[in-house]
T-cell receptor
Framework: DAKTTQPNSMESNEEEPVHLPCNHSTISGTDYIHWYRQLPSQGPEYVIHGLTSNVNNRMASLAIAEDRKSSTLILHRATLRDAAVYYCIRGGYSGAGSYQLTFGKGTKLSVIP | NAGVMQNPRHLVRRRGQEARLRCSPMKGHSHVYWYRQLPEEGLKFMVYLQKENIIDESGMPKERFSAEFPKEGPSILRIQQVVRGDSAAYFC?????????????FGEGSRLTVL
């Protein structure tokens, strides 16, 4: 159970901003929202994570809704190197009691030159 | 600072053989996670270890699979008597802190093919 809902795919033009949506309506108060991306034949790469407030780093911005049931990853200016599968992950505690990240199928982002 | 190193990158085994996958975490990282990714799927958590201890193996099949992270040396994911359904990419990640608030650093994966 990935616990998040994302579009299967999205397209963006190069040098345009990209908004990748994610729904996590059953999120609990202590679960963080994590974003990772995966390029073909590579391991996932950390993008950003947050709890309640919007977050910014050198790669992206994360806008979290006030009710925390959805969030949006914002790439300010898409480049060809941003073409990847983007995973929105709601962290949570496993049956064994440790905090884990559960990956869904993600959103495949294509960047058009 | 070298990233997470996994080897072998590609491994071919026949049904019934054993597969051993190795993961050297980043320097200073004591938390190691193993994930499995089937074609066109997301990553599935398998096991979480800290030095010499298995913290959470709730995602790992009860039979044929085992993992260790010894005091010295890499973490090892061992699959005994492999079957075709074990064909997948196996990713290792490491972190300095728990996954709750920290960044996981992933290796490039080991791709197991079972003939």
């Amino acid at each position: 159970d990935a616990k998040t809902t994302q579009p299967n795919s999205m397209e963006s033009n190069e040098e345009e901003p990209v908004h990748l949506p994610c729904n996590h309506s059953t999120i609990s108060g202590t679960d963080y929202i994590h974003w990772y991306r995966q390029l073909p034949s590579q391991g996932p790469e950390y993008v950003i994570h947050g709890l309640t407030s919007n977050v910014n780093n050198r790669m992206a911005s994360l806008a979290i809704a006030e009710d925390r049931k959805s969030s949006t990853l914002i790439l300010h200016r898409a480049t060809l190197r941003d073409a990847a599968v983007y995973y929105c992950i709601r962290g949570g505690y496993s049956g064994a009691g440790s905090y884990q990240l559960t990956f869904g199928k993600g959103t495949k982002l294509s960047v058009i030159p | 600072n070298a990233g997470v190193m996994q080897n072998p990158r590609h491994l071919v085994r026949r049904r019934g053989q054993e597969a051993r996958l190795r993961c050297s975490p980043m320097k200073g990282h004591s938390h190691v996670y193993w994930y499995r990714q089937l074609p066109e799927e997301g990553l599935k958590f398998m096991v979480y270890l800290q030095k010499e201890n298995i913290i959470d193996e709730s995602g790992m099949p009860k039979e044929r699979f085992s993992a260790e992270f010894p005091k010295e040396g890499p973490s090892i994911l061992r699959i005994q008597q492999v079957v075709r359904g074990d064909s997948a990419a196996y990713f290792c990640a490491s972190s300095r802190a728990t996954a709750h608030t920290g960044e996981l650093f992933f290796g490039e994966g080991s791709r197991l093919t079972v003939l």
